[in-house]
């Protein structure tokens, strides 16, 4: 690896935009949407029986745009039923961003939220040193469990402060994606660093069996637009690929044979798909729902 290239994470003003841009050109978010609209009533259908309040609790929760959809779907299955959502989220950014779609959003006014400005682990310790015993209905980490250091603690701890009818979801990138395929074979000669691990739901599936914790996975597919990291000098490209290498101007800093590496794998049937002109990234999410 070139000494000159650093992990995305480490600038965070381009983290963010490039992170923006893949928002706007894949339907990540949409599949989610579709998601939650279709499978996610089923899945919580009875996580609030009998129950006088809801306790929800979002592991890197981010600006709460899914947050706030799938809060809607636990509404609808439990009209009127205090909801109490409980946000751990590391960025104070972040936390601005919620707190405005928050504030912007009508229909909320029998959810209590509660943000804590730190990480799970961080959340983990403060929650077992004051020894408190709180659980929850509904458990999620959506894409968020690559900055996690010590993935199967990490699961086993959310695992264990779920209530006898309650669940866990955990959604990233899936193991058929073209992430999963590019991180396999260029994930070694990419910045390494411990803030970001290149995991993808074969990975989690892998050691869920090995933990035995009962599980149902569900794919969710989806595409990513990356056309324009094959125009040389496009801005918005080199952001992308950025995005897709986790690299902080990866086309300025990456060795030419690395380079040329990737943008030919980019466009091979494993990682992308070529239609009218166009290259879309296999960006495809799993969602995994964990039993208590
Ligand atoms: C890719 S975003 C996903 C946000 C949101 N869940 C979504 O799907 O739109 C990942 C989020 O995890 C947060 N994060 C990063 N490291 C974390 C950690 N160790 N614990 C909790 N959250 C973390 C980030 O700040 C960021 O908001």
């Known amino acids: 690896m070139a000494s000159s290239m650093r992990s995305l994470l480490s600038d965070h003003s381009r983290y963010v935009e490039s992170f923006r841009l893949f928002l706007e050109n894949s339907t990540e978010h949409q599949c989610m949407l579709e998601f939650i609209d279709r499978k996610l ?9 009998g129950k006088s309040a809801i306790n929800i609790l979002s592991v890197g929760g981010g600006s709460g745009e899914i947050d706030l959809q799938i809060l809607s779907k636990v509404q609808a299955k439990y009209p009127g039923v205090a909801i109490n959502n409980e946000v751990i989220e590391p960025s104070n950014e972040q936390i601005l961003s919620y707190k405005e779609r928050v504030a912007k959003t009508s229909k909320l006014e029998n959810i209590k939220f509660t943000w804590h400005k730190e990480t799970s682990s961080e959340y983990e310790s403060r929650i077992k040193e004051k020894k408190e015993f709180k659980k929850w209905e509904f458990i999620h980490m959506i894409q968020m469990l690559y900055y996690v250091k010590d993935i199967p603690a990490t699961i086993q701890y959310f695992h264990s402060l779920l209530e006898a ?8 990138v899936s193991g058929t994606s073209g992430w999963a395929q590019l991180w396999k074979k260029y994930g070694p000669r990419l910045p390494l660093n411990d803030l970001c691990l290149y995991v993808s739901s074969a990975d989690i599936k892998e050691q869920l069996d090995i933990i035995g914790l009962k599980y149902q996975i569900y794919e969710l597919p989806s595409t990513m637009d990356i056309t324009s990291c094959f ?15 986790e690299t902080c101007y990866f086309s300025k800093t990456a060795p030419l044979d690395l380079k040329n590496e990737i943008m030919e794998e980019l466009k091979k049937p494993e990682c992308s798909e070529e239609r009218g002109g166009k290259v879309f990234f296999n960006n495809s999410l799993s969602a995994i729902v964990i039993e208590p």
């Open 231 to 245: 125009i040389a000098g496009n801005k918005e490209g080199e952001l992308l690929l950025d995005f897709l290498t």
């Open 165 to 172: 009818k309650a669940k866990l979801l955990i959604i990233l």
């Open 41 to 49: 009533p089923g899945i919580i259908s009875s996580i609030g029986k």
